[in-house]
């Protein structure tokens, strides 16, 4: 009977089943009225006194093991019982990796840079690591001039010529010096500025530079391609204003705001209880700059703008904290799924 009950251990640990009919012939196998454990009561009966302290244990053994298989396999079939009436289908094989989502500086830069593509602007980039002219002298910044402190500037230890550029208006210089006019061109790139990180500000960020410069180009054309650009990016009903402002490589200078409400305390807030949000900075390229860079001033003129990405996606998704567009946490790059 020893070897027996060893056998009915390896059988019961052996068992597979496919269906829940299956686990229930099992049970009636066993546990049934005529079932293998009646069986071995019986056969314990006529066995001899001095083994029944060893073989009883081991009966019971046998039916803690079924026990604890049907308690398994019914709870198995149970709830695939219910995925299946709650019409999961467990048998589908599993779905493909999800795919990644763009960054939603990229979806904006995008979108920014497709408005100036229809309007017959250009794409173009310039280098990340620059020299002082193409940042500051070709711009009309004098040597020692203070403007040079608007940006505090990343230099490059060997050779303090060479600095990370800290606006993307360095590209302007490098298109003035191999294009002649006309020229319209809308310029994306990363900046640099040795500033302390916050929720407002970054040491590395991304700017959007335009240049349009042809005979008889108005500070009226500059107002109505930014207007233009504003009402295709914010939507139609979109207004902007410009207040004076200085910037050595334009004059006129500007910056332009657009109308973003006083309705909400938050309104209020970010607005600074203005009703108005600065998004960019623009002017007509100053005549020095143009005839720094080889380009007749009396027949030609131009305007130029520059803007920060970071800044108009925290505008246009209401995003908080610069921070975020750094950090790669997917639960917030994958709220920008669904753009384009
Ligand atoms: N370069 C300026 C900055 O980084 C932005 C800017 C202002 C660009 C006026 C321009 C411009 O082209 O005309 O703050």
Not at 125 to 153: K, Y
Request: proline residues 5%; glycine residues 8%; neutral net charge.
């Amino acid at each position: 009977m020893r070897e027996e009950l060893d056998l009915l251990l390896a059988d019961i640990a052996s068992r597979t089943f496919e269906t829940a009919d299956q686990v229930e012939a099992f049970r009636v196998e066993f546990l049934g009225r005529k079932g293998k454990i009646k069986d071995l009561m019986a056969e314990f009966r006529n066995v001899a006194p001095e083994l029944k302290r060893e073989l009883g244990p081991q009966i019971n053994k046998v039916k803690g093991a079924v026990e604890e298989r049907l308690a398994i396999e019914q709870a198995v079939f149970k709830k695939k019982k219910s995925a299946k009436a709650s019409g999961i289908d467990a048998s589908r094989p599993a779905g493909g990796q999800p795919h990644g989502t763009h960054h939603p500086l990229q979806v904006v830069r995008r979108e920014i840079v497709g408005i100036f593509k229809n309007m017959g602007f250009e794409v173009v980039e310039g280098p990340e690591i620059e020299d002082d002219w193409h940042v500051f002298s070709g711009l009309n910044f004098p040597p020692e001039h203070p403007a040079r402190d608007m940006q505090d500037t990343f230099f490059v230890e060997r050779n303090p010529d060479l600095l990370l550029r800290t606006h993307t208006s360095s590209v302007q210089v490098r298109e003035m010096e191999k294009r002649k006019p006309p020229m319209r061109i809308i310029m994306p790139g990363r900046v640099f500025r040795n500033e302390a990180v916050s929720s407002r500000a970054h040491c590395i960020f991304h700017q959007i530079e335009g240049l349009y410069i042809d005979e008889n180009v108005s500070f009226a054309d500059l107002k109505q391609t930014l207007l233009h650009f504003a009402k295709r990016f914010f939507g139609p009903e979109t207004k902007i204003r410009l207040r004076p402002s200085y910037f050595p490589f334009t004059e006129p200078s500007a910056e332009v705001d657009v109308y973003w409400g006083l309705e909400t305390e938050v309104d209020k807030r970010i607005t600074k209880g203005t009703g108005w949000l600065e998004i960019l900075g623009c002017g007509m390229v100053d005549p020095n700059v143009l005839e720094a860079n080889g380009i007749d001033s009396k027949k030609y003129s131009g305007f130029a703008f520059g803007m920060g990405i970071e800044r108009i996606t925290m505008l246009k998704y209401q995003i908080g904290d610069l921070r975020l567009f750094f950090e790669n946490d997917k639960r917030f790059l994958n709220q920008f799924s669904g753009e384009r």
